[in-house]
């Protein structure tokens, strides 16, 4: 059972997300520090991760998420292991988040790629309150613990599955995500979407890497209006990968549209290469929601400005890399799988 109550818990993380939506002088230095250590880790991309957290976490929407969930099932702290993924800056936040929120003990194997970030954000929470001090601990190996939540790719998950199957769990898999264009957006939604393939690189699972489209529709128009992202090509990965991935279209004649920075290719696939985005036609919006929903397990979220009838989350343009509290990886409700725990254990 948490040792905080309900206006505890609102209060002190409001606090943090202060915190973390105007920057103090040594969070600002980590901001500007980390592509040292991972040279995706830009201090733009670093800002806005922390920026995103620090919005999210505001006494309203706190409010609105925690009055879904009945903290007092849990009769005693359960160790929850935790293996974080570090492909964008802080993602494995919100894992961490709803651990200490239910009260349980994170054990946290944070990746080599994103150590220092979620360490520093956890410093600034004790900071706040002190007894989250004995709530989590940073380990090198996951070991005594009651639950795990695991993300990492389709290859990892197997091992995942391998060793946590037999405790509760959730492991996450490779997924991305998908915008529906109707032709009828406005050039600063086209904008927007340009955030949701170019935001982190197009590293993270809630991504852009396909877009479905009309039959009739002109791909200049989206071009145009993406054209201000252009400097993403300046940063030197991203243009290795744009440069070897059009080498390959070229070497193996593969039609392909290139603007500079994107590589935009028609092509089945849901899952495309880094600097490459896919795209297929559709004959009308039944027979793209048809298409998303065969895909379904593999989508994070879909991108559009018109209400579909699919299971993923749908989101509008530019909102991709926003989520809100209760927006949760793969549709799975954390919070409710941690505030059950003890019907796991009944049931075994």
């Keep these: 059972m948490s040792k905080f109550n309900i206006k505890e818990l609102i209060n002190t993380f409001s606090q943090l997300g202060q915190q973390l939506s105007i920057p103090d002088e040594e969070l600002t230095e980590l901001i500007n520090n980390e592509q040292r250590y991972n040279a995706w880790f830009t201090p733009a991309s670093v800002a806005s991760a922390v920026k995103a957290i620090g919005q999210m976490l505001n006494e309203a929407e706190l409010t609105t998420w925690l009055s879904n969930y009945d903290l007092t099932k849990n009769t005693s702290s359960k160790k929850i292991g935790l293996i974080l993924a570090g492909n964008i800056p802080l993602v494995g936040f919100h894992d961490v ?4 929120i ?6 946290i194997k944070a990746s080599v790629q994103d150590a220092r970030l979620i360490k520093h954000v956890l410093e600034k929470l004790v900071a706040i309150d002190s007894r989250f001090s004995d709530q989590f601990s940073f380990v090198e190996r996951l070991a005594n613990f009651n639950a795990v939540i695991a993300t990492g790719s389709n290859n990892s998950s ?9 405790v509760p769990n959730i492991i996450r898999k490779n997924r991305n995500s998908l915008a529906v264009i109707t032709g009828d957006e406005t050039q600063d939604q086209l904008y927007n979407l340009g955030h949701d393939i170019f935001d982190y690189y197009g590293l993270g699972c809630r991504n852009v890497s396909k877009i479905l489209i009309p039959k009739d529709y002109n791909l200049a128009t989206f071009f145009e209006a993406i054209e201000p992202h252009h400097p993403i ?16 279209y070229l070497v193996n004649s593969d039609k392909h549209l290139d603007n500079g920075f994107l ?4 092509d089945e ?13 559709y004959n009308n919006l039944q027979a793209a929601e048809e298409l998303i929903k065969t895909e ?3 989508i994070q979220c879909v991108v559009s400005s018109v209400p579909l009838k699919i299971k993923s989350q749908v989101v509008n343009f530019g909102m991709s890399q926003q989520p809100q509290l209760w927006d949760y990886a793969d549709g799975i409700d954390t919070m409710d799988f941690l505030a059950n725990l003890h019907t796991f254990e009944a049931e075994r």
């Design 97 to 100: 988040l709803c651990v200490l």
């Design 102 to 107: 239910t009260g349980n003990h994170a054990l």
């Design 158 to 166: 197997r091992y995942f599955e391998y060793y946590f199957g037999k």
């Design 233 to 248: 090509i300046n940063h030197h990965k991203y243009n290795n990968n744009y440069d070897y991935n059009k080498s390959i």
């Design 263 to 266: 590589l935009v290719k028609e």
């Design 269 to 281: 696939r849901f899952v495309s290469p880094l600097a490459v985005l896919y795209y297929s036609y």
């Design 296 to 298: 379904n397990e593999n």
